[in-house]
């Protein structure tokens, strides 16, 4: 079995001086966890926030990038650089995790498609394309006022040339209507790397029965999300009645303007054991979406994109990736196969992304 998590924001807490080498006790994310979570490969996401321009946004992609390289190089005794499938088989041969990069947000590109090209040529090999407002090629699905109803022209050029480039279509974050025009131009699969079910959690951010079997109609995966907002309505509402993230916010964004300082960190920290010690939905709330979209789509369209390292609480359960085989073992106890679960834990994203991925 190949184990792949398709969606963690650790690129972001590298640049919060994180070193994955150590494990680190508020870390979702790092080497000693990974190896324990049984982790073959997993996407570093580049999230730039939709407040950043899109030259502040591009350089801070390419920060991110840097610091991606420099900490596969610092650890290449245990990381590699995956590129296609065939290069992430044999670095689990060789013993190493591979690192897939994908784009979280398309600003960095603004409207141009060289810039696009570029980040494909430095690995990246998804786009997400659109975060938490309205950009150059879609609208969010959780901005208000939508500037395009859908792609905008350049986003239509934008698809037709990762489509040509071998680059994945990310749909998680954008719009209801992005997300038909996206399944109307793309003449390749396209993926959600880290959503859920809107059946079972009423969230813009899910998906409908209707987008998930359109998506699977075209070849595509959804990977589910760990995040308990999305997984579970009663949540969100324990979350805003706890008003946590109310000071959470000032508090992370004064960590991230200054990681290096102690009592900044520590503040974070305790922040964090604030939100875990909230009554979470368990982790087998993922496995509940996850049979909900096999239930829609088949269990050839079904896998997981955890959002670790991006969300600040994660369910009862499943505190950080070394937690990971805990999903495979309710499935087990749901009656799945070795041969399905395998499809879900990494080999239906890997066979999307050998039909899309040049091979190198």
Known sequence: MFVLDSHCDTPSQILRLRDLAADNGHAQVDIPKLRKGGVDASFFALYTPASLDSDAACRRALELLAAVYDTIDA????????????QAVRNKEKGLVSVFIGMENGSPIGKSLPLLRQFYRMGVRYMTLTH??????????????????GLSPFGMEVIAEMN??????????????????VIRYSSKPVVATHSCCRALADHPRNMTDDMIRAMAGKGGVIQINFYPVFLDNGFAGILRQSGIMERGDRIESEFIADPSDPVKRSAWYAVQDELQALPRPSYKRIVDHIDHAVSVAGIDHVGIGSDFDGIEVTPDGMEDVSCLSKVFEEMRERGYTE????????????????????NQ
């Open 339 to 358: 041969t399905e679960i395998g499809k879900v834990a990494g080999g239906n994203f890997l066979r999307v992304m050998s039909e899309i991925v040049v």
């Open 164 to 181: 040509r480039l071998g680059m994945l279509v990310d749909v998680s974050h954008i719009s209801d209507e992005s997300f038909y025009d």
């Open 75 to 86: 650890n290449s005794g245990s990381l590699a650089l995956a590129l296609t499938p065939s």
């Open 132 to 149: 938490s407002a309205d950009n150059e090629i879609c609208d969010s699905c959780t901005a208000g006022q939508k500037r395009w109803h």
